[in-house]
Structures are given as C-alpha cells and as structure tokens.
C-alpha cells in the first residue's frame, strides 16, 4: 500500500471514529433534537435517527448531493428531515462555489467558500441561519454537527439562540486556512468558550484539520471514552 493510500484509510478512520464517540456521548446527554450542517447523505442524523423519534434535521447546501440522496434518505431514513439550504449568518442567497474537477454530487467539499479548490463554476443558492429556522424551538436539549467547508463563522455567528440550546457540538475546525476569510481553530475555540462550552475531544484526521467535540459542564462527569 502506498502511503498516500495509507493516509487516506487512517484519516478515514479517525473521521469515523470522531463520529462514533460522538454517538456514543448522546448516550449520556440524552438529546432531543439533532441538527446536521454540512450533511452530505446526512449520516450523523441517521444514526440519531434511532436514538430519537423525531426532530432530526439535515441540511445540505449542495443541490447536485442533495438530489442525489433525498429519495434514499426518504426511504431508508424518512423520519430525518433533509434540506437543500446552506446555513450561514443571513437569510436570503449566498454562492456555493463547486470545484469542476469532480462529479459536485460525488464530494462534499463544496461550498460557500472559496480559495481551497480551483473554481469550476458557482451558483446563488438558499441561505438561512440556524436561528431563524428554528425561531420557534424552546426547551430543547440539542446535539449539533456541524461540517461546513470553512464556514464556521458564518454558521457560528447565526445560531447564537440554537447554540444556548445545545449540550453538544461536533464541528470540524482547521489550523491554517485551507479556504479564504475563515475562522481557525482557535477563533472556533475561543468562540465556543465564550459560549459557556468546554472541549471534550479533538480528533486530527487530515493535513491542517481535525474534528473537535464540546459540550456544556453539567454537574455530572460525562466520560465514554
């Protein structure tokens, strides 16, 4: 095996692992409500989607992915809720940027920014902010993923309501910026604190990423690790 091969596999593994731990942690949290961002075929809300009865949202920005996983998700997972919008700091529009080296339904790298990949082509596409479109939410304990492409900025600064909700956030953060005008991991860390949230885990899966978990301290120790 090569070790570009080797890389591929182990950054697999550990993106995956990320997840798991992640899952497993609801254990103890008990939510009632999941949000995915970035969700691609929205394999986190699927997975929450058999601790939880109901209130599983996933929104993927892409319209090629989305097209490509709504009628499978609706068969395999119909109680998941899936929304071809991209969640940012505003309502209305915003460009989502796609590569035009790959297939835009075979990636999940594309997004609202730029400067990472070389620019096939863009597209105006609906936006909104987590704050908005739960308006009405109240009295929930949320778990929140988020895998936005370089747009935790955008994604952070709109959900100042949505975030006093939740107990958990799984967000992939990067140490140096692969995108342009983005925030890096210790913008997201210091944010996050500010937020009255503690880091659980970090988990480095690639060159200059990783997944990093928070949560709010309780007055009981969570470790399941």
């Not at 090629?64 to 700091?89: C, G, H, Q, S």
């Not at 692969?178 to 991991?185: R, V």
Request: hydrophobic content about 40%.
């Amino acid at each position: 095996m090569s070790n570009n091969a080797y890389m591929i596999q182990l950054n697999m593994f550990t993106d995956v692992y990320s997840m798991v731990d992640f899952l497993r942690l609801q254990n103890s949290l008990s939510p009632t409500m999941s949000i995915e961002v970035g969700a691609y075929d929205a394999d986190f809300s699927v997975q929450m989607s058999k601790k939880l009865w109901t209130n599983m949202y996933a929104f993927e920005a892409s319209k090629p992915v989305f097209d490509r996983y709504k009628d499978v998700l609706a068969t395999e997972a119909p109680r998941v809720k899936y929304i071809n919008k991209a969640i940012t700091d505003h309502e209305g529009f915003v460009d989502i940027f796609y590569d035009g080296q790959t297939n835009p339904a075979d990636v999940g790298h594309n997004g609202i920014k730029s400067g990472r990949y070389e620019k096939g082509y863009s597209e105006k596409i609906q936006c909104t902010t987590l704050d908005i479109f739960f308006k009405d939410i109240k009295d929930h304990n949320i778990a929140l993923w988020i895998d936005c492409e370089g747009a935790n900025r955008e994604v952070l600064a709109g959900a100042e309501k949505t975030l006093s909700l939740c107990s958990s956030v799984y967000i992939e953060v990067e140490d140096k910026p692969l995108w342009d005008d983005i925030w890096l991991k210790d913008d997201v860390l210091r944010f996050m604190q500010n937020k009255g949230f503690v880091q659980y885990a970090e988990y480095g899966y690639a060159p200059n990423q990783s997944n990093m978990i928070f949560i709010k301290p309780r007055p009981f120790s969570v470790d399941n690790r």
